[in-house]
């Protein structure tokens, strides 16, 4: 079994910054994507960025040059890096990380969701 375990999140004013981190703990063989993704009310669940074991990342459009994505492999740790909010980035996030357990099944783990309120 993993786990993923989610902080950060909360209330921010229009233009501020926030950080998102998340930490896989459990019984992991292997770590590959890692990510964050997010769902709006009334809007359907989206990637907001993930980055892969070599180091590749990959944003939304919507959040390209705002946000950065960034990951502690020894830690099996990613961190997303958000400025200049907006209140469309008003959202649950949800981390995401996928790989082998040790018993050699496959994980796609999901954490709990975080909220993030982009308000004045």
């Known amino acids: 079994q993993v786990q993923l375990v989610e902080s950060g999140g909360g209330l921010v004013q229009p233009g501020g910054s926030m950080t998102l981190s998340c930490t896989l703990t459990g019984s992991i063989f292997s770590l590959n994507t890692m990510g964050w993704f997010r769902q709006a009310p009334g809007k359907e669940h989206e990637l907001a960025a993930t980055?892969?074991?070599?180091?590749?990342?990959t944003y939304a459009p919507s959040v390209m040059g705002r946000f950065a994505i960034s990951r502690d492999s020894a830690r099996n740790m990613v961190t997303l890096q958000m400025n200049d909010l907006k209140p469309e980035d008003t959202a649950v996030y949800y981390c995401?990380?996928?790989?082998?357990?040790?018993?050699?099944?496959?994980?796609?783990?999901w954490g709990q969701g975080t909220q993030v309120t982009v308000s004045s």
């Open positions: 980055v892969t074991k070599d180091g590749s990342k």
């Open positions: 995401n990380a996928d790989g082998l357990q040790r018993d050699g099944k496959y994980y796609d783990q």
